[in-house]
């Protein structure tokens, strides 16, 4: 089944790296399609906010003649929320460590990103 499988790539994201603390894969319109997030973050407000932050993300790049973006990137004292897409029907959001180390991450979340489109 198909969801088993996108499962299965966000378990294998978070685990591929110790970086990596929860991934999620959300519809462009913000529905969650499956997840692999710790107990007590709300997945409706991850799918909501990933939807908004990239579309805005999108915008910016388009408006400010940066070309098509790659990722948004939220920093905090407490880690990152990466999100990038996946195809052009979904967005991979991801929330890391403090000190995580990006380039490896980025590599990951690419992989992943790819992986997850062919199944969409």
């Given at each position: 089944m198909r969801t088993d499988m996108f499962q299965q790539i966000l378990n294998d994201l978070n685990s591929s790296s110790a970086d990596v603390e929860a991934s999620a894969l959300i519809s462009t319109?913000?529905?969650?399609?499956?997840?692999?997030?710790?107990?007590?973050?709300d997945e409706d407000r991850v799918g909501a906010m990933s939807a908004a932050l990239l579309s805005l993300g999108d915008r910016a790049g388009r408006e400010l003649a940066r070309g098509s973006i790659e990722r948004v990137m939220v920093q905090g004292e407490k880690g990152y929320v990466i999100m990038s897409a996946s195809g052009t029907e979904a967005v991979l959001t991801i929330l890391t460590k403090p000190n995580a180390k990006l380039g490896l991450v980025f590599l990951d979340m690419k992989r992943a990103a790819e992986a997850l489109s062919k199944l969409i």
């Open positions: 319109d913000g529905l969650m399609i499956a997840s692999a997030l710790p107990a007590g973050i």
